[in-house]
């Protein structure tokens, strides 16, 4: 094996997809003999919705999920709200996607094996690992009772909070769980609320929250009334337990019914300080949990897969020195160290039970949240849009004075690359950025002003054709395309006003949507390093 997936949640999954697109065929087991019924995690944020429009599954969630707009935040007994929107998104998908964890799982599951022929081996179990000069040794529980001893290039653990990856190797998960206890109902309700936004009822008594799933179905989560028992279990509430609480909590009238889960939980706060260890990574939540607080935690793991595979996938077929995995955990750890502090904030906030300052939070809240740069912030930072690598080792900026980057670029190296509308692909049709880029390699941007770089110049590129799409972005050039790029029409300029461009500019976007290299001339020794430093011809 090349590579063998532990885990088919969304993350094994989205890394089994990623890898497959890339050309790696993976192998991907779960304990589990049957996908998971509950609806688990519910929201898909824009980020991610991005990331599924790369893989090309986009147009399956959005036929299925139910788009929500935006939150309304209730405070205290009375009927004041807080509305958080986001309509003003910069991204193409400006809602979060309420979709069962079940549905988002059969999607991917379904990608995996009917447009890659990759089956997904259930009930098969991880029983040993030991990490060897070059490869991985595994040792295999199938549902018939026989061992398997198998080897592998590379492991990856996506196996959830209760990793066995994890547990096999020893790695500590740090942190710890939360006083508070949690019970959650996936249930019909009637009231006349809109069902376009999550509503969160912050009660005297207690919280409350509601998220839509489409047809008056909701998940209801709550704090638990009875607390935990001795043993950290919480117990299963009632249809009518939920309904007490809903009539205490909620200021509008709502009737329950027809439950299909019914659960009582805690939530922690753990994580691991280092995702790589060796040749096996670990990822998601078997890297990283926290509250429910934002709906962060599948988002969030399913970054983590898609950051990882195009890496590996290079790595895999020769075409990147094996240095460019130690990027991964670079980049994702302080990604989901900024995670766990923002949800465990939210959670400290929601969760405050002291009377004065929750009468102090009620009045104080309305004042800051709907300050649109606190609006603007909340969205960014909810939809993941916000993540950045700038700091990374594998993003580079190139300017002919700081100065001139200053005043001109709206992005950095490191940043998500922005979409942008209405520009003419190399098929002549009208057609926004992200639709143009969906392949695998890297995309080099050549956003023309004043000069045309042609043949010579652009031959020095030559070498790295398999792993490198070029295209030139012109605003009326009267050019044609060649062998050595295709060609973007931008007639209004779009594209420059977007990334606050005002010269000849090199953009390098990566596989996975973020700004490699940035430079404001065309100086093509410069890029040919940038790529000599982790890629090989």
Not at 32 to 55: C, D, N, Q, W, Y
Not at 417 to 443: F, M, Q
Request: net charge negative; charged share 25%; with cysteine.
């Amino acid at each position: 094996m090349e590579v063998l997936i532990v885990g088919a949640g969304p993350v094994g999954l989205t890394a089994a997809c990623e890898l497959a697109r890339h050309g790696i065929r993976p192998r991907i087991i779960d304990k589990a003999p049957l996908p998971s019924p509950f609806s688990k995690a519910l929201g898909i944020h824009a980020r991610t919705m991005e990331v599924f429009e790369r893989m090309g599954v986009d147009g399956a969630f959005l036929e299925q999920g139910m788009k929500v707009h935006g939150i309304n935040i209730w405070l205290g007994s009375d009927k004041r709200t807080i509305k958080v929107r986001f309509d003003g998104l910069d991204s193409p998908y400006p809602f979060i996607l309420d979709l069962p964890q079940s549905q988002t799982e059969r999607i991917l599951s379904q990608c995996l094996t009917e447009r890659y022929g990759v089956r997904i081996e259930r009930g098969v179990e991880l029983l040993e690992l030991e990490q060897r000069d070059g490869f991985v040794e595994v040792k295999l529980l199938h549902p018939d009772g026989t061992e398997e001893t198998a080897q592998t290039a590379w492991l990856l653990g996506m196996d959830g909070a209760h990793s066995t990856v994890r547990h096999r190797l020893g790695v500590p998960f740090e942190g710890s769980a939360y006083p508070e206890s949690f019970v959650l109902a996936d249930v019909r309700i009637e009231w006349d609320l809109e069902e376009d936004l999550f509503q969160f009822f912050s009660h005297d008594q207690g919280i409350l929250a509601a998220f839509s799933y489409g047809n008056q179905r909701y998940r209801l989560m709550a704090d638990a009334e009875g607390g935990a028992d001795p043993d950290g279990k919480v117990q299963e509430p009632t249809l009518e337990q939920f309904q007490r609480i809903v009539d205490e909590r909620c200021p509008v009238p709502a009737k329950l019914s027809e439950p299909v889960w019914l659960a009582g939980f805690r939530t922690h706060l753990r994580h691991v300080k280092q995702t790589r260890h060796g040749r096996v990574f670990l990822a998601g939540d078997a890297s990283h949990i926290h509250s429910p607080a934002g709906g962060q935690g599948m988002n969030t793991g399913i970054q983590d897969a898609f950051n990882l595979a195009w890496k590996l996938a290079l790595v895999v077929k020769g075409h990147a020195e094996p240095s460019l995995l130690e990027t991964y955990p670079v980049e994702r750890i302080p990604v989901a160290e900024s995670v766990l502090k923002m949800t465990d904030t939210m959670m400290k906030i929601v969760t405050e039970h002291h009377a004065v300052v929750q009468k102090l939070r009620n009045h104080i809240a309305p004042f800051i949240v709907n300050s649109e740069i606190v609006q603007h912030r909340m969205r960014e930072q909810l939809s993941e849009i916000a993540v950045h690598y700038r700091h990374s080792p594998i993003v580079r900026e190139h300017h002919a004075s700081l100065l001139h980057r200053l005043i001109h670029s709206k992005v950095r190296a490191g940043d998500r690359a922005p979409d942008v509308p209405d520009v003419i692909g190399p098929d002549s049709e009208a057609k926004r950025l992200y639709e143009i880029l969906r392949g695998t390699n890297h995309a080099l941007l050549l956003v023309v002003k004043d000069w045309l770089p042609v043949g010579g110049e652009l031959d020095r590129l030559s070498r790295w054709s398999r792993l490198l799409d070029v295209y030139v972005v012109a605003e009326n050039t009267p050019v044609q395309p060649n062998e050595h790029y295709s060609l973007i029409q931008d007639p209004e300029q779009r594209i420059a006003q977007r990334y606050g461009l005002n010269h000849n500019t090199m953009i390098l976007l990566r596989p996975d949507g973020y700004i490699g290299y940035l430079g404001d001339s065309f100086d093509f020794g410069s890029l040919q390093s940038y790529l000599d430093s982790f890629l090989i011809p």
